[in-house]
């Protein structure tokens, strides 16, 4: 599985550079459900704690659910006769996680305050504490099959790098055999991501080409210099991105279970 957290926020920036219509508030459950967040919190962390890898993936299991008619916490619906799942997705069948997570939290938050906080409002403070927790922990890994063909096959990657990654990623088999996003510093959140695509040694082609002579070079060279205004901007647009398509009001359900309509 491949968990892009600085690709993706690259894409969020050009995507949300319009304002946002939705009006949201994060003090929305602080009258009818005033323990939501922390419900939510606690089993996030536990979560994360047992396997650090899970906070990238909740990041970009919101990404997914945002970035497909709105946050509407749809990604987590299981497949049925009248619903189409969106888990069985090119993009995220056996790639997108934390469906589990998120059930585990919802099912904490229903004890204390059942049919009042909406599954993709759970999503949202999920990948929000998420995104504080990685500042010091693992973003992601990549599927040996994902970056099979560049360490192989490409022209604009360091040959040293592509050495480095044939070592558990040989040319047949070994298809789930991981490998860290950022080589250098695999274990923080920091703007490696960025230095390491200006010398060629990013590991998936998305991530390349976003430095390889098109129009998010300087966007890339910007970050690169500047790990504040990268950080600055990457809460920025995950905040933004929740604000996507929200269904407020009457509209849409409060699921009792994530997975299932009510």
Not at 141 to 155: E, G, L, V
């Amino acid at each position: 599985m491949a968990v892009k957290v600085a690709a993706a926020f690259i894409f969020m920036l050009f995507f949300l550079s319009t304002a946002c219509q939705a009006k949201l508030s994060s003090a929305f459950y602080h009258k009818s459900c005033p323990k939501a967040e922390s419900a939510i919190r606690t089993a996030i962390r536990t979560a994360i704690a047992r396997e650090r890898r899970m906070a990238a993936s909740l990041i970009r299991l919101h990404f997914h659910d945002c970035f497909v008619q709105g946050c509407d916490a749809s990604i987590l619906l299981d497949e049925t006769s009248s619903i189409k799942s969106e888990k069985t997705a090119g993009a995220n069948r056996n790639s997108a996680r934390g469906y589990e997570v998120i059930d585990k939290a919802k099912s904490e938050v229903e004890k204390i305050c059942p049919g009042v906080v909406s599954c993709a409002d759970i999503i949202a403070v999920a990948a929000r504490d998420a995104s504080a927790y990685v500042s010091s922990h693992t973003l992601g890994q990549a599927q040996c099959f994902t970056f099979r063909d560049r360490i192989y096959n490409a022209s604009n990657i360091d040959a040293g790098f592509a050495s480095t990654r044939k070592r558990r990623c040989p040319r047949t088999g070994g298809q789930a055999n991981l490998a860290p996003l950022d080589l250098v510093t695999p274990n923080s959140f920091d703007n490696n991501y960025f230095k390491n695509l200006m010398r060629n040694k990013g590991l998936l082609q998305s991530d390349q080409v976003l430095f390889n002579g098109g129009s998010t070079d300087s966007i890339v060279s910007e970050y690169s210099r500047n790990p504040a205004k990268f950080s600055s901007d990457f809460a920025s647009a995950m905040i933004k991105m929740g604000d996507i398509r929200p269904l407020t009001g009457s509209a849409g359900q409060i699921r009792r279970i994530c997975s299932a309509v009510n």
